[in-house]
């Protein structure tokens, strides 16, 4: 059975989807891209945000999008505080990548067994006044939270872009990423920037976190859920290509989308992972890195 | 008088010592040792955890009243972190390091059908859960369901009650979403059966992986196709998703069935009304009239804060109680007498009085809900009735 308005309604529902996606996966594509650290433990930083939202609504009322105002600065400094007492003793090993892995790994389950203690491991659902709202377009709808999701995407992304290509800082994250060695003899503060940029993905991780939670439910260990989903659009898009991510993460929820739309849903993941191996086989760099 | 003074005082000192050894001889009576393994950390932990205390709070009843067979109780728990492999290990080592007398059922239906055959080659009663049907038509002679948790009967309530309803109101196109798990595929017999008997049409059968990324495709298949009954066979974050589409998308179908997550506490409280007059089914209520309810209610406001004791919590007590009454009925631990025992008495529990089959499970049976006003009702069986169903669903507002 194809119909249109289950596919239009069904690629629409992807690209929000997608949109999510990418901006939880940008943060993480970052800090693998500039410090070859692939940290495990960044959608627990997502989940840890969710739940600051999630509290701010449930005790003071407060809308989940004003919650970033203490998640983000929040989750920066930590990164800022990983980074100084973790994650730069671990980018000195010779194996970066495996003891990032193993170090954000440990990071990740000490998160969220402090939140299971914290809050149990019963599931969270955001529930605003406008969560099953929706916009008609004809017989095809949109639904609020997600488009609010994905308006937080676009402009976390796109503010990621904007630190990266036209900051000082930014610049010098990208020169760290593309030739540390160049970027140490041009006088740049490898540690400094690469803090910075840790510090950033994961405040990215909890501006994902939020949009994610406008969707799903949550608990301490969905994080492990929310995983498959980074490694999925990083890899598609690139390492450290915000754009690529950006591209990877709206091209993921779009396939996802319309999957459903052509395929038995049992075949959906089957597909989309199949996909991945042959993107893997075929471009190994990830579709949008150069 | 100074006779009859001594003599009064000679009593009371012999009563007393009596007293003194008696309580001594109780007290040193060796404990009955029940053990085995819940998730206790992991995915499953807020579950296993409603179970411990479950089994806690009917070990602190039973050694309040003086044990059984003279005997107090013992608990051993140990936490298998999830996994069924880690249950097969702890049952192993319960029965034959801690040289346990009797053994307690695990969660989820993963570990309980890892542990059956465990339980068998020992030869050691185990009352649980079980995993659905195919565990418990392996042949095991030791495994008992009381009260089981059947996917296979989860939807006989509905479909006994939608028997009362006119035809011409009762639904006529079903669109079935199933997670694609032993648990959701365990749902499809009652499903099939129960369509097949009232002439309902399945026009959409499909099942999904999860985690579910997204339900919206779905529901718009069901309401392209104008189906008036939706089973979504899914735990809660999906069928969380799978509600917030139908409401997104508009979708009125007459009933909403959802499987696994429609009857834990989340549901209404993170859903609020739009969790409401959703279906479900269940082998336990707090609200069934069963004699020990009461208790189970008092207990869980007074000592948990909960106002609905949650579901897991009166399960571990009714597989206690089971395991219990088989004690006191073969007045021994001797394992095959209990499990005899089991097989030719009839035992009353909270979540209804059980016999048994040659697989170890009652006739089949199970409880329809529906969610009314954010409370879990109980719809039929109709003498179990707490609130009159709510049919057809109320448009979305």
């Not at chain 1, 803090?195 to 950033?200: C, E, N, S």
């Not at chain 2, 997204?214 to 509600?243: R, S, Y």
Request: contains cysteine.
């Amino acid at each position: 059975m194809w119909n249109l308005v289950v596919i239009l309604q069904s690629a629409l529902s992807g690209l929000l989807l997608g949109g999510v996606f990418a901006l939880l996966g940008v943060g993480f594509s970052l800090s693998w891209g500039v410090m070859k650290v692939i940290n495990i433990s960044h959608a627990a930083f997502g989940i840890l945000a969710a739940y600051i939202a999630y509290w701010g609504l449930t005790l003071y009322g407060w809308d989940p999008m004003l919650s970033l105002l203490v998640s983000i600065p929040l989750l920066f400094f930590s990164g800022l505080v990983l980074h100084r007492f973790l994650i730069q003793k671990v980018t000195r090993a010779r194996e970066i990548v495996v003891a990032s892995m193993i170090l954000t790994f440990g990071l990740a389950i000490v998160l969220e067994n402090a939140m299971l203690f914290a809050w149990a491991p019963d599931e969270r659902l955001i529930t605003t006044a406008y969560s099953s709202r929706a916009l008609f377009l004809g017989e095809v709808i949109l639904k609020v939270s997600n488009l609010i999701g994905f308006g937080l995407s676009m402009a976390g992304i796109g503010g990621i872009y904007f630190f990266l290509y036209h900051t000082h800082t930014g610049k010098a994250v990208r020169a760290t990423w593309q030739d540390p060695e160049g970027a140490a003899l041009q006088g740049i503060p490898l540690n400094r920037v690469s803090m910075i940029a840790f510090g950033l993905a994961i405040a990215s991780a909890g501006a994902g976190g939020v949009a994610m939670a406008y969707m799903y439910s949550f608990n301490p260990p969905a994080h492990n859920h929310w995983l498959i989903f980074l490694f999925l659009v990083v890899i598609v898009g690139g390492v450290g290509s915000v754009i690529g991510t950006a591209v990877a993460g709206l091209m993921i929820g779009l396939i996802t989308g319309l999957s459903g739309a052509f395929l038995p849903f049992q075949w959906i993941n089957v597909f989309l992972f199949g996909l991945l191996m042959v993107i893997l086989l075929i471009k190994p760099e990830g579709l949008f890195r150069k | 008088m100074k006779r009859s003074t001594e003599g009064f005082w000679t009593l009371v000192v012999i009563v007393a010592l009596s007293w003194i050894q008696a309580g001594t001889a109780l007290a040193a009576e060796k404990p009955i040792l029940i053990g085995g393994s819940l998730p206790l950390t992991g995915t499953f932990s807020a579950t296993g955890k409603w179970v411990e205390k479950g089994y806690q709070f009917w070990a602190e009843e039973v050694n309040g009243k003086g044990g059984i067979l003279g005997r107090p109780v013992k608990l051993i728990i140990y936490d298998d972190k999830s996994d069924a492999k880690e249950a097969v290990n702890l049952i192993e080592k319960a029965i034959t390091v801690d040289k346990v007398d009797l053994l307690l059922g695990g969660y989820p239906g993963t570990a309980c059908t890892a542990v059956m055959p465990v339980a068998e080659k020992y030869k050691m009663v185990y009352v649980s859960m079980g995993g659905h049907m195919k565990s418990f038509s392996q042949g095991y002679t030791y495994s008992f369901g009381s009260p089981p948790l059947m996917g296979e009967w989860w939807y006989l309530g509905f479909f006994q009650w939608m028997k009362t309803v006119p035809a011409d109101q009762r639904p006529k196109r079903a669109a079935i979403f199933t997670m694609n798990n032993p648990i959701g595929v365990s749902l499809m017999d009652s499903v099939y059966k129960g369509c097949k008997d009232l002439g309902i049409e399945i026009l959409i059968d499909e099942k999904y992986n999860l985690p579910l990324t997204t339900a919206d495709a779905m529901i718009a298949k069901a309401k392209q196709m104008k189906t008036d009954l939706l089973f979504a066979n899914g735990m809660f974050p999906d069928g969380v998703m799978t509600l917030r589409a139908c409401k997104s998308l508009d979708y009125n179908p007459k009933a909403i069935l959802q499987g696994i997550g429609s009857v834990i506490p989340e549901w209404t409280r993170e859903l609020g009304k739009d969790g409401d007059y959703v279906f479900s089914g269940t082998s336990w209520h707090y609200k069934l009239k069963y004699p020990g309810n009461d208790k189970i209610v008092k207990v869980a406001r007074e000592r948990f804060k909960e106002e609905e004791p949650p579901l897991y919590f009166g399960f571990g007590y009714a597989w206690m109680q089971t395991l219990q009454q088989a004690v006191e009925g073969a007045k021994s631990l001797d394992q095959t007498k209990l499990r005899d025992w089991l097989r030719k008495n009839e035992v009353k529990t909270i979540a209804g009085n059980f016999q048994f089959d040659e697989k170890g499970l009652p006739k089949p049976f199970v409880y329809l809900t529906q969610v009314i006003r954010g409370t879990v009702e109980l719809i039929w069986p109709p003498e179990m009735r707490s609130h009159e169903p709510v049919y057809p669903k109320p448009p979305w507002k």
